[in-house]
């Protein structure tokens, strides 16, 4: 593992327990150095779950699998390998997925569509299956409430820190617990869907309020960072309600307004995992906020703010602390979303830069370089239609030769 | 300006003498350093012209001026300064370059309408004007024939050589000369345009045959290429006729069976300029070829191929010489365009690696690893569509440290 990222959390967070849900790590040798690579999140039967997926059109087996096993919205385990993504491993690779869940069905005592599986590492290898089903009975057995940091080391790659998030919220007056751990530093710009991450509840709710609750938060979170605009072919997202809180008034439907303050805890939990994956960011050293407004429609806005959020050349102004707005400008043009250049302004750091389709009477760069200067990077921009309503926040990091590095040679 | 770089031709190419074009060059002050930044390029009257042009919606004044500019097909110059691109700079934008056509105008004796204007360098500078005014009727007394290697270079910014192609056609048994230069380094994912490209031929051809001509040939050359998917605001691409060749048949249309050579060669000449864009890419130690067959369509096969090329996980494994075609896979997934996973096949220098949505039975990596390690990589997937007669063929260079060193601190 690399030095932890300057942008890492002081540490792993102190996360609520959820009951109904046991975690469990082991390194079973899938990486190559001893390094923790398989992971098992065992459901108290009864528990209710919700996930999205990559849009990529190479998805692996293991995407495929959940999205066939997740349609009763039922599940007993989630598994996770790292150190391979079994993607583009053809036959045996469906085979794998379909023995990993069986050997986890075994353990547990349940039905292999019950078992969710996801994998995360290099594309295109075999995967070591025997290693996997060998482990899974023990691993299994340990399985034990509140492991949420060791759950969360073992679904990294290229990862410097695990990353885990929660929160309690109460829904009519009865407490209940929010937790969630993600993965994911490069090959990271969700499309409707995230890297590996996984958020448990003991909240009873059924499954199509969760994919409700799940589709909307992951809109706000996940599908608005990236990395390095590149979508993963196995993104997966996963939402598991074990209903082993206190008993709450029954929800049917997503929209119910006892569950306003979960949502907005959900929202946060989810939030906060995707800034981590963002302040992972393989090479980062800089953790950067878009905000665009004054556009035709939200998504108009989101397509602006990750034209900026991708551009190398944002990117790279960014990581060299130079105040190129310049750059910012190009990256709204070629998005192809409506604008209006006379009025568009730009603001870095809070500094208003442009005016009227100029730099503005008595700019400054000091103020902007020394914000430049800092860990934390804030851009807003607005495209100047009136009206325009459009907004949205995107979260991205810089590029630098961290990035290069890690990425030139990552498999050797 | 930057070492030379390791894919950068032997030196400048002998380029035909296209009577009715002269051309001067000299430093007035724009760069910091002492280095040319003006360029004239004189037509004889009568010549006729076409453009194509950036679609980022934050275009530059020279840009907007162009367009309109051009609308009669006829043109008695074409200026450009780099080392300040004039774009985003207001009101004082527009004049400056209003007053560049004028004085342009004035030293040549023709209207403002007829100069071409363009400019490449930093983005949100006001432009020293005086400087160009004041050097522009020297700089128009100086133009002369053959000029092209102090042309190319003037109108270079990060460039690390000047870049030229030409070559002669026959229009039914008359020899006529193709020659043209081009500037790009950086901020290049042409779209529908190309970064700055300035085509000369001395054949008779009216402007409405010349516009076709230059779409047509655009798309296969510079609309075929990217080294940072970065679309310029200034992307400049004409193609001026002087007719000054042997008088040669009418042509009235860009289908007359008497272009066929002339096509090909125009084809041959702006291929050549935009490879030799990818070949001066920032930070570029590999050139890559990639290669689309079996989509739905030409579109689709091109967006496919934008896909590879710019993905940076792909060009960073190029960079590193890492056969990790897993990545070209995902690269592939994400594009969104119809494909066949289960039939999809990749293949790099030559060694086919996939089968039936799987590595081959049999792959051995090491000749593939080899060819990584040389300068030109080629990439070919077939995406398995049954039929798919889309195809696509597009340039681009690695992801190196020398790209984020370049951009980290271009302004300084």
Request: hydrophobic share 45%; glycine share 10%; aromatic share 4%.
């Amino acid at each position: 593992m690399s030095a932890v990222s300057p942008l890492a959390p002081k540490g792993f967070p102190r996360l609520p327990t959820v009951a109904g849900v046991s975690l469990a790590a082991a390194a079973c040798g899938i990486k190559k150095r001893v390094r923790s690579d398989l992971m098992i999140a065992e459901l108290v039967p009864g528990t209710r779950i919700a996930g999205v997926f990559t849009t990529s059109l190479t998805a692996g087996p293991t995407v495929r699998w959940c999205r066939e096993a997740i349609r009763n919205g039922r599940a007993r385990a989630i598994v996770v390998n790292s150190g391979n993504a079994n993607v583009f491993t053809g036959r045996k690779g469906a085979a794998d997925v379909r023995a990993t869940a069986r050997a986890a069905a075994r353990a547990i005592g349940c039905a292999a569509e019950d078992i969710m599986v996801s994998a995360t590492g290099v594309i295109g290898v075999p995967l070591p299956i025997d290693k996997i089903t060998r482990a899974l009975p023990d691993l299994a057995a340990a399985a034990a409430p509140g492991n949420w940091e060791a759950a969360a080391r073992a679904i990294c790659t290229t990862d410097t820190f695990p990353k885990g998030a929660g929160a309690t919220a109460r829904i009519g007056g009865v407490t209940v617990r929010i937790a969630g751990i993600a993965k994911g530093s490069g090959m990271i710009m969700p499309n409707m869907a995230t890297m590996l991450a996984y958020v448990f509840t003991d909240a009873a709710l059924p499954a199509p309020v969760l994919r409700k609750l799940l589709k909307a938060a992951c809109d706000r979170s996940f599908n608005a960072i990236t990395v390095d605009s590149d979508t993963s072919t196995s993104d997966t997202l996963l939402l598991a309600a074990t209903g082993q809180a206190e008993p709450h008034r029954i929800i049917t439907r997503a929209d119910d307004p006892a569950l306003r303050d979960f949502r907005a805890k959900l929202d946060a939990v989810m939030i906060d995992l995707a800034k981590q994956i963002v302040r992972d960011g393989e090479g980062a050293t800089k953790f950067v906020t878009i905000t665009v407004t004054g556009a035709a429609s939200d998504r108009s806005a989101k397509t602006i703010a990750m034209s900026v959020a991708n551009s190398p050349l944002v990117k790279t102004a960014i990581a060299g602390a130079d105040a190129n707005w310049g750059r910012i400008v190009a990256a709204v043009g070629k998005a192809g979303e409506r604008i209006n250049a006379d009025r568009l302004t730009v603001s870095v750091g809070g500094v208003r830069i442009t005016e009227n389709g100029a730099p503005r009477q008595g700019y400054r760069e000091a103020p902007v370089a020394r914000h430049m200067k800092g860990r934390t990077i804030d851009i807003a921009v607005d495209v100047g239609l009136r009206p325009g309503r459009g907004t949205a926040t995107v979260w991205t990091c810089d590029l630098t030769h961290g990035y290069i590095s890690i990425n030139g040679d990552y498999r050797s």
